[in-house]
């Protein structure tokens, strides 16, 4: 029986800057998973440190050979206890060959750390069926799509751009992205080249602790305030219309909470489960 803990492969990384990198994860043993633009996938690695499992085996084994012996099977049977979290795809579903995932590393996080020290040809766990609702199924076609992330909640963007852009599906594709930094700013270089020779695409990334010394001549300050009214009209060319846009928003919360309240004061709807609207979000944590 094949216990190890892991069934796919790293086959390239792309670094950012020294907290910001790009992954791309190919399955050893089956194609990568199906999946729609704005869904995630787990990645994991074993759990590290003491296992509690162990010390409970050994415990019982001193007070109850047999009750050892069960525990031991179970815990072979299960494999080992694995660290896990979800990332967006960042890559379109007709790339067949790999996963691609958009990765912060956090210094307290119990993965980030540890995947920021791999390298490519170097194993890892990847989950195999694709979850998640952040799609554009439910969104009407050709209707100005506005795209607002913050960091690494790009990515679900990134790969809906990519799969629908040779037959867009919308009528205009703004793509919003904030962060501390324009060195965290992933995929950068290749959206402003896109959006130099797509007049349906606007890109407007906006840093908020960039150094003013820096050569960075792009737009500053938190996403929220781009996207009032005046000043959307003037970055993005079209006022912003509830009764033509959807709005989608990634990342940090507290960006989605300011976002999501702002347009609800301005006409827009926030769709849930049972409610159509068009305002949806995705919370990164």
């Not at 069926?129 to 506005?146: C, Q, S």
């Not at 790969?159 to 324009?182: Q, T």
Request: aromatic residues 10%; neutral net charge.
């Amino acid at each position: 029986m094949d216990t190890s803990p892991y069934n796919s492969t790293i086959v390239e990384r792309i670094d950012l800057n020294d907290t910001n990198f790009i992954i791309r994860v190919r399955s050893d043993a089956a194609p990568v998973p199906a999946f729609t633009a704005g869904q995630f996938v787990m990645l994991g690695l074993p759990h590290e440190g003491p296992d509690p499992s162990e010390e409970k085996a050994a415990a019982a084994a001193a007070a109850n050979p047999a009750a050892a012996a069960a525990i031991a099977a179970a815990r072979a049977r299960k494999g080992p206890r694995m660290v896990k979290r979800a990332y967006s795809i960042a890559s379109p579903p007709r790339i067949r060959d790999y996963l691609e995932f958009f990765i912060v590393r956090v210094d307290e996080g119990r993965l980030t750390p540890r995947l920021w020290k791999m390298k490519p040809g170097d194993p890892i766990w990847m989950e195999l069926t694709a979850k998640g609702e952040f799609t554009l199924d439910e969104i009407p076609t050709n209707v100005d799509l506005v795209t607002v992330s913050t960091g690494t909640g790009i990515a679900p963007f990134v790969a809906m751009l990519y799969e629908h852009l040779e037959r867009p599906r919308w009528n205009r594709y703004v793509l919003f992205n904030g962060c501390r930094l324009a060195s965290d700013l992933g995929y950068r270089d290749e959206l402003e080249a896109l959006a130099r020779r797509e007049p349906r695409f606007v890109y407007l990334p906006s840093v908020t602790r960039e150094p003013a010394d820096s050569p960075w001549t792009g737009l500053r300050g938190r996403i929220p305030a781009q996207l009032e009214a005046d000043r959307f009209r003037e970055l993005a060319g079209f006022e912003l219309n509830p009764a033509s846009a959807h709005v989608l928003l990634c990342g940090n919360p507290d960006m989605i909470n300011d976002v999501q309240k702002s347009l609800e004061a301005r006409g827009f709807v926030t769709a849930t489960k049972s409610t159509p609207g068009n305002v949806h979000y995705e919370r990164y944590w």
